[in-house]
């Protein structure tokens, strides 16, 4: 399974971006996919995962009612459409699939290479 990040970039605060994972792999609906993110001299830290179905979804408080997690399974695809972006939100966000939707990094087999958000003050 390859995965693509893409849809990174610089924002002011207020604003909205929505970033895109899209996955090399037939059968995609049979992985849960996270995004996670990691700040210069941070860990990397869980933001969002949602079931292969879609049907379930999960975040960390930091962005509960800001941030939604979705996917086009017809286009292997999932997105992170995030709103009401602050300083805080800047990372390189990575996402990543696997069997689980689950918060931990080691639930994840697959990783894509990394976006980069900034969000300007």
């Known amino acids: 399974v390859q995965l693509q990040a893409s849809g990174g970039g610089l924002v002011q605060a207020g604003e909205s971006l929505r970033l895109s994972c899209a996955a090399s792999?037939?059968?995609?609906?049979?992985?849960?996919v996270g995004w996670f993110r990691q700040a210069p001299g941070k860990e990397r830290e869980f933001v969002a995962a949602?079931?292969?179905?879609?049907?379930?979804?999960y975040y960390t408080d930091s962005v509960k009612g800001r941030f939604t997690i979705s996917r086009d399974n017809a286009k292997s695809t999932v997105y992170l459409q995030m709103s009401s972006l602050n300083a805080e939100d800047s990372a390189v966000y990575y996402c990543?699939?696997?069997?689980?939707?689950?918060?931990?990094?080691?639930?994840?087999?697959?990783w894509g290479q990394g976006t980069e958000v900034t969000v300007s003050s």
């Open positions: 990543a699939a696997g069997a689980l939707a689950a918060a931990t990094m080691t639930s994840y087999h697959y």
């Open positions: 792999v037939r059968t995609f609906s049979s992985y849960a």
């Open positions: 949602i079931t292969g179905s879609g049907s379930r979804t």
